[in-house]
């Protein structure tokens, strides 16, 4: 129940394109749903997160969708660029109890967007 | 305001040793979490540290084990290396510790670890 499940393993776009990674949970606990990037020897860096009050968050070419009901929430990244190619990595954590601290990750998507 | 550092940034042991990481956070940020990334499992919660304390434990043999100074700077280390052990091990610092508002973990560059 504490997974994070996220799709596609590796994705390939074209600049300019619109590259969309989905991330589904089990825990309705949750409250709290990060997106991190990482580029190849560095640590993950936080690119936008979003609370279940809302339905979609946008920051710049990078938005949040979430949906409750079906516990899915996904990342759209528009006009892609090749500077986006990186790993990103959907997480969810709540407050509270055991959780302190812990952030449950997704598998990961690689990104690739050709010039 | 600098970031989350780590060091060493590299480590090479062999089976049967023991191993200590050092992280610092951010400036003011009390609470210092410890993950394990390897192509394999993941990215997966080690430890959460806050006021010295720690609250929150991963499913990790006892072999891994940290600690938290009071300026919030933590150590993390491994005794009785094996070869599965190598990975990047990552820690994150966030401001007050999800107990409060937030949830807004910053992550260092890591510490890449490779057991012969």
């Known amino acids: 129940q504490q997974q994070v499940k996220q799709s596609p393993q590796s994705l390939i776009v074209q600049k300019g394109g619109i590259s969309i990674i989905n991330c589904a949970y089990e825990?309705?606990?949750?409250?709290?749903f990060p997106w991190y990037q990482q580029f190849p020897g560095k640590g993950p860096a936080l690119l936008i997160a979003?609370?279940?009050?809302?339905s979609e968050k946008k920051e710049g070419r990078f938005t949040i969708s979430f949906n409750k009901s079906a516990k899915q929430f996904s990342l759209h990244i528009m006009d892609s660029q090749p500077g986006d190619s990186a790993t990103y990595f959907c997480?969810?954590?709540?407050?509270?109890?055991?959780?302190?601290?812990?952030?449950?990750f997704g598998q990961g998507t690689i990104l690739t967007v050709h010039p | 305001k600098a970031g989350v550092t780590q060091t060493p940034r590299y480590l090479i042991k062999t089976r049967g040793q023991q191993v200590t990481l050092s992280c610092s956070p951010i400036?003011?940020?009390?609470?210092v979490s410890w993950y394990q990334q390897t192509p394999g499992q993941g990215l997966q919660f080690l430890f959460e540290y806050f006021s010295e304390t720690q609250r929150n434990k991963g499913n990790f043999p006892g072999r891994f084990s940290g600690r938290q100074f009071s300026n919030s700077r933590s150590e993390m280390n491994v005794s009785t290396l094996e070869l599965g052990d190598s990975a990047l091990y990552l820690c994150?610092?966030?401001?007050?510790?999800?107990?409060?508002?937030?949830?807004?973990?910053?992550f260092g560059p890591g510490t890449r670890l490779t057991v012969l």
């Open positions: 979003i609370r279940p009050d809302v």
């Open positions: 994150a610092s966030e401001l007050l510790g999800r107990g409060a508002t937030g949830g807004e973990q910053f």
């Open positions: 400036s003011g940020h009390r609470s």
């Open positions: 997480a969810a954590s709540y407050a509270g109890g055991t959780s302190y601290g812990k952030l449950t």
């Open positions: 825990n309705t606990a949750f409250d709290y």
